[in-house]
């Protein structure tokens, strides 16, 4: 049986919250939400399980593959927590590529789209700002503990809970880690649209959210160690920011390590940016039109069968 939930607000004061600012408040409690379990499990693996004591010493990160893995199904519950937060009011796009993409294809009403970002940064900004205020002591002592080069006594190590940077591998180049942003983004589109398209094989009972996040997880494990798989401007720029406020320095603005890469901050919001409208578009180009037209038709041809085609003798019999 339902239980009516009374407001806590006075209605007389939420009708404003009924549009656009109600959406705003939904997109920023569901990138607080991503951002809370995704930075935060990322602060357990570097600093917490090795500062506690349950790492083979209190610098030892990444030992085993395992690692990783943990890092990527935290990121996955956490997109799926923060889907399952907002999806009701706002759509949960909890990310500015969606926003975008969603708007060229999708009809999202371009209007929207700067309040849905700015609520985005704001909300992983402020969903780091949460996970440095439970992890400061883990941080500070891994950073004390850790040797190499550091910025205002933090390591890039402890950077890396809040925000990305690319591997060693790519010698300092800003293409590499580019394309591994737009080729993520444009896999995390190209899945949303189908998981959402209900004239395909949409996902039932209220589990587009769980799906979603097995998406993010195939991206981490598939693509992650290039360059952090950010694949979303907010979830890097907003703890970017923080951590900039936080003493970062420079390792957030202008994102640079000395001798192993420099000016790196736009390479996740551009590349995001661009891979999801990409990823949106193919969808629709290959997917899409097909599932269109054969909506058009009275009956649709079974999946791998062409509808058959009919002659000019066929439709006039004794032509």
Not at 108 to 127: C, D, E, H, N, R
Request: proline share 7%; net charge neutral.
């Amino acid at each position: 049986m339902a239980v009516e939930i009374p407001a806590i607000i006075k209605p007389a004061r939420l009708r404003s919250r009924g549009g656009l600012l109600g959406e705003c408040l939904a997109e920023f409690l569901g990138t607080f939400v991503l951002i809370a379990f995704g930075a935060g499990v990322v602060a357990m693996a570097v600093a917490a399980l090795p500062g506690s004591g349950r790492a083979q010493t209190p610098t030892t990160i990444f030992l085993a593959a395992g690692d990783w893995l943990l890092i990527t199904w935290g990121w996955a519950m956490a997109v799926v927590f923060g889907v399952y937060v907002a999806g009701g009011v706002s759509g949960a796009h909890i990310n500015p590529a969606v926003t975008l993409a969603m708007a060229v294809r999708r009809g999202f009403s371009w209007a929207k789209v700067l309040p849905y970002w700015f609520s985005q940064v704001a909300g992983a900004l402020t969903g780091a700002a949460l996970v440095y205020l439970v992890y400061h002591d883990a941080i500070h002592a891994y950073d004390h503990a850790a040797p190499g080069p550091k910025v205002n006594g933090h390591t890039n190590a402890t950077f890396s809970i809040f925000a990305t940077f690319p591997a060693a591998y790519f010698h300092g180049g800003y293409w590499g880690p580019l394309v591994d942003q737009i080729v993520g983004t444009a896999f995390l589109l190209m899945l949303i649209a189908a998981v959402l398209d209900v004239r395909n094989q949409a996902v039932q009972a209220n589990l587009g959210p769980l799906v979603v996040g097995f998406v993010v997880a195939a991206i981490g494990m598939s693509y992650g160690a290039n360059a952090g798989y950010a694949i979303n401007p907010a979830r890097d720029f907003g703890p970017r920011l923080f951590t900039y406020a936080a003493g970062w320095n420079s390792l957030a603005f202008p994102g640079s390590v000395s001798g192993s890469f420099s000016g790196y901050w736009w390479i996740p919001i551009v590349g995001p940016l661009i891979g999801g409208v990409i990823g949106i578009v193919v969808y629709d180009l290959f997917i899409g039109d097909v599932l269109l037209v054969r909506s058009q038709l009275q009956e649709p041809p079974e999946p791998g069968r062409s509808a058959p085609v009919r002659t000019t003798d066929e439709e006039q019999p004794g032509g």
